[in-house]
């Protein structure tokens, strides 16, 4: 496939800025907002374990401190946006892995995914 062909398929796949900026609120724009922060900062929190793991280098503590504190922030923003609580998040992840690892963590368990559903085409609008 050229170039040229390429580039046209995916502007023809793409949903354009206008009807994104038409179905913006500003609810949308701060959970977008920090989404965005959130991956950043994870980003970011790479780096200094990256260092220790790779390059033999110690850790940076103050680094990893500083960024999940920055992780911390973003989440937060993210749970007041949608309503919910630490704890709800918590809870939940917990209901999901006790479904994925019966007791302990397995490889062969961790492959399987029980916690995943099978998604059924009739319900869901996006397979």
Excluded at 8 to 24: A, C, D, T, W
Excluded at 29 to 34: E, L, R
Aim: charged letters at 30%; hydrophobic letters at 30%.
């Amino acid at each position: 496939m050229k170039d040229e062909e390429y580039a046209s398929f995916v502007q023809s796949r793409l949903k354009s800025g206008e009807e994104i900026l038409k179905q913006m609120t500003s609810e949308k724009a701060n959970a977008n907002h920090m989404i965005t922060l959130l991956n950043e900062e994870a980003g970011e929190l790479t780096s200094p374990i990256k260092k220790w793991i790779f390059y033999g280098a110690d850790i940076d503590m103050e680094n990893v401190i500083e960024e999940i504190g920055d992780c911390y922030f973003a989440l937060s923003a993210l749970c007041s946006a949608f309503s919910i609580t630490e704890s709800e998040c918590k809870e939940e992840n917990v209901k999901k892995l006790s479904r994925r690892y019966e007791t302990v963590y397995s490889d062969k368990s961790a492959k399987i995914r029980l916690d995943k559903k099978q998604s059924n085409p009739e319900s869901d609008p996006y397979v």
